[in-house]
């Protein structure tokens, strides 16, 4: 786990490093993103709130209502919850009233972007435009029409082709024209404009206006048991958005109420239908009553009689009475709920006791039951109507008392500043988003773009060794001819350079052949660098050293140790020149050098033969150490027939230059042609 964390830390403290280092990528994606921050921030139009206040009560009709509707008030109650509530005001019917009163299908959306930039944009609310678009091809329909201001006070009006249609116009105005075989209709009634500034008019559907209404509104529950609702709307325009959400709560009030008034309106339309009904037959019973006295003259009612007479008109109260509770329990309850039950009992009870109260006038004589009956039906009429008056009079006092169960408690008011957007939050989000930007950028480099720097990332994907991580030196000899090993022997790349040499002497002390070929996958890796000094560190170190130039192509290690490299590598192999005549002293002790010679016409086919093979066997006989310098991978196939002699291939990569791939493909070069050697990595210029 330490381990781990502290490859962590190095990890980021590398990137860190990278970060610094490569600050012209860095700089250019913040001062970028902080531009388009900027951008954003003053290209958004600012967006103003406004909110208002809404009590939903759980209300019942009681009290003086209550006592006067008897029965008839339980079909008044009434529950409002808060959650059935908010699903009702954001119904079609709610928002789509407040869109077709406050105009919002229309849109007129000014075009100037410097206006817009700068916060100086016009404003024009429509109150209507209608274009026949049916009569349009289908690519033309919906495109905008646009209004151009010549004036604070007036504007002309162009279709989709810029056709001039209206000029002259004025807010408040409805003006109409024959369009496309029908007629166009087009109208503002609100403007601040200047003079030159474009507007696109267009109008969008009724639904597709609704859903974008409520991506703007939105409604709060101000806590669970409270019923308080919070309404909140936003606009570019603060003005527009406290009327657009009072134009919603007046709505839902009026529909609330008028919810509320529905059950005892639909009451009252039917008592009164009913009405005219009940006083005919109220007359008709009188006037038989009367008709029948007239026929037989006054007839001695006994006191028997009367109280048969009490009896029944009492019962016959009662069970009109119960009945209408019946039937008022029978629409809030199921047919099987013990309140129904129970009026049906008590009904059967009653008309079982009308029942031997017929009986009982049945004795009676025939005038006097026929007394009865009629002086029965007279009563029975008149209660019946007066009843009915009453449950007329209750609920038109229920009717016009009723307030709904919504009451506002504010009314909206628009926040003074705006709530989008936040410039300050809008900015700091794309700096950093611009430095994420930035690291991604220097990441992608790092990885793919500048090639593999990590020794241990390398060796994991490789499988090759690195032997040496070799730094960039700071140090410029005095003498260009010396060799930096014994100029600065103390220099950080000699230091580096060091640990390749132990790791070489390792291995040839194991029993390898003291051959060393040294190359690289590109040009400029610095091979030449490190095939010198690694030579010159050998020869300090008191082993008889030979520095090979291989590279017949370009090779120029003669001029730069500063050696007559007239006879060299090339002549031995191709005029069969002898060994001696090319090997040259220098100035490091125990260091020798065969130069490259004169560049041949074949260098491929001198490096592949035979003769190559044994020259470089016969000098690893004579000297403790062979160091040859070849050619680059990525120039020729040189370098494959220079190391076919070598034990040891050391292969220079610059750091930060060559991806996995290329330095995989460089290893399988290398081992081609000689399977047995082995082949280590050199990360120079680290």
């Known amino acids: 786990m330490a381990a781990k964390s502290k490859k962590e830390e190095t990890d980021i403290f590398d990137l860190l490093k990278d970060l610094v280092k490569n600050w012209h990528i860095m700089l250019p994606c913040i001062i970028l993103s902080g531009i388009m921050g900027v951008f954003a921030a003053m290209w958004i139009r600012p967006v103003y709130q406004a909110d208002a206040l809404v009590q939903i009560e759980n209300k019942t009709n009681s009290g003086m209502i ?36 406050m ?38 329909i ?65 639904l597709d206006a609704i859903e974008a209404f409520k991506g703007a509104f939105d409604i709060q529950d101000r806590g669970k048991k409270t019923g308080v609702l919070e309404f909140s709307y ?27 008034n529905i059950e005892a309106q639909k009451t009252l339309n039917v008592l009164e239908e009913q009405l005219p009904e009940i006083k005919a037959q109220m007359d008709s019973a009188m006037h038989r009553f009367n008709t029948y006295q007239k026929q037989v003259g006054s007839v001695d009612i006994n006191a028997e009689t009367r109280l048969v007479l009490e009896r029944r008109n009492k019962l016959q109260q009662e069970l009109f009475n119960l009945q209408q509770k019946k039937q008022d329990a029978i629409r809030l309850f199921q047919p099987e709920h013990p309140t129904i039950k129970t009026y049906e009992e008590q009904e059967n009870a009653i008309k079982r006791e009308l029942a031997n109260n ?3 006038s049945k004795r009676l004589p025939t005038k006097q039951q026929e007394v009865l009956k009629l002086s029965n039906e007279v009563e029975m009429a008149k209660v019946t109507y007066t009843s009915l008056l009453n449950n007329i009079q209750q609920l038109k006092l229920v009717s016009a008392g009723e307030a709904g169960t919504v009451r506002i408690i504010d009314y909206a008011e628009a926040l003074p500043y705006a709530i989008k957007p936040k410039k300050k939050m809008i900015i700091g989000v794309a700096l950093f988003l611009g430095i994420l930007f930035g690291i991604a950028l220097v990441s992608v480099r790092r990885k793919f773009g500048e ?36 100029s600065n022997p103390n220099d950080v790349s ?36 490190i095939s010198e000094n690694l030579a010159s560190l050998f020869a300090i170190s008191g082993k008889k050293t030979l520095l090979v130039d291989a590279d017949l192509r370009k090779g120029h290690l003669a001029k730069k140790i500063g050696i007559d490299g007239n006879t060299g590598l090339s002549q031995i192999l191709l005029h069969n020149e002898p060994i001696d005549s090319a090997i040259c002293k220098t100035t490091v002790e125990n260091l020798e050098l065969i130069p490259c010679g004169e560049t041949p016409s074949n260098p491929a086919e001198l490096l592949s033969s035979k003769r190559y093979l044994m020259v470089i066997e016969e000098l690893a006989k004579r000297y403790d150490l062979v160091v040859i310098n070849t050619p680059s991978l990525a120039l020729a196939a040189d370098a494959i027939s220079a190391c076919r002699a070598a034990s040891q291939i050391a292969m220079v990569l610059e750091s930060k230059k060559h991806s996995i791939e290329a330095i995989k493909n460089g290893a399988a070069q290398l081992r081609m042609s000689n399977a047995d050697a082995h082949v280590s990595v050199v990360l120079n210029k680290c």
């Open 451 to 486: 090639g593999v720097r990590d020794p241990d990332l390398l060796e994991r994907a490789t499988g090759l060794s690195v032997y040496a991580k070799v730094p960039k030196t700071s140090i410029k000899t005095t003498v260009d001819t010396v060799p930096l090993a014994v």
């Open 358 to 360: 017929g009986t009982e």
């Open 103 to 140: 105009h919002l299908q229309y849109y007129a959306i000014p075009t100037n972007i410097l206006q817009r930039i700068l916060h100086k944009e016009g404003r024009m609310e429509l109150h209507k435009l209608e274009i026949p678009w049916k009569n349009f091809p289908k690519k033309e």
């Open 234 to 260: 936003t606009d570019i325009y603060p003005d527009r958005a406290t009327a657009i959400l009072n134009e919603i709560a007046n709505n839902y009030l009026r529909q609330n109420v008028e919810r509320s």
């Open 494 to 529: 000699i230091k580096a350079l060091q640990a390749l040499r132990s790791s070489l002497e390792f291995l040839i002390s194991e029993g390898a052949s003291p051959i060393v070929g040294i190359s690289s996958l590109a040009p400029g890796a610095g091979q030449v660098f």
């Open 142 to 206: 919906g495109k905008p029409w646009f209004a151009v201001v010549k004036d604070s006070l007036t504007f002309d009006v162009l279709d989709h082709n810029k056709k001039k249609i209206f000029t002259d116009c004025h807010a408040g105005e409805t003006y109409k024209a024959p369009y496309a075989g029908d007629t166009v209709t087009f109208s503002v009634y609100k403007m601040d404009v200047k003079k030159g500034q474009r507007f696109e008019l267009f109008k969008i559907d009724r």
């Open 66 to 101: 209550g006592a006067m509707m008897g029965g008839l008030g339980s079909l008044f109650a009434n529950s409002s919850p808060a959650e059935t509530e908010i699903e009702l005001i954001k119904s079609r019917q709610i928002i789509g009233d407040a869109i077709d009163k």
